[in-house]
């Protein structure tokens, strides 16, 4: 299993980026995905979840309204659209398989995370 983020940066406040997952190594239309964030000397903290045929999402409240999840099934990837970015979105960026109730689970995978930095 591989989960390859990408598409972090350097972004002044009010930015957008967007975020990809590249999977590879399991059957990506069988799972549910997610995103996460972790602040260096803090837990990870949920961000987005989308389900296995991206019908259903859900966003921390944090987020919501800013920030999009989708996914393309055909080409394996998990996407996070970050607008209006503030400087407390600043965190290490991880995608992981799973829904927003059990992306924490020994059983599910994490990719090896793309760095956000909003900062002017």
């Known amino acids: 299993v591989q989960l390859l983020e990408s598409g972090g940066g350097l972004v002044q406040p009010g930015g957008s980026l967007r975020l990809s997952c590249a999977a590879s190594g399991f059957k990506f239309t069988n799972y549910h995905m997610t995103w996460v964030r972790q602040v260096p000397g803090k837990g990870l903290e949920w961000v987005s979840s989308i389900t296995n045929g991206a019908v259903l999402t859900s966003y921390a409240d944090s987020v919501k309204g800013r920030f999009t999840i989708s996914r393309d099934n055909a080409n394996n990837t998990l996407y996070l659209q970050m607008n209006s970015l503030k400087t407390e979105d600043t965190a290490l960026y991880y995608c992981?398989?799973?829904?927003?109730?059990?992306?924490?689970?020994?059983?599910?995978?994490r990719g090896q995370g793309t760095q956000v930095t909003v900062a002017s």
């Open positions: 992981a398989t799973g829904s927003h109730r059990d992306w924490a689970d020994p059983t599910n995978y």
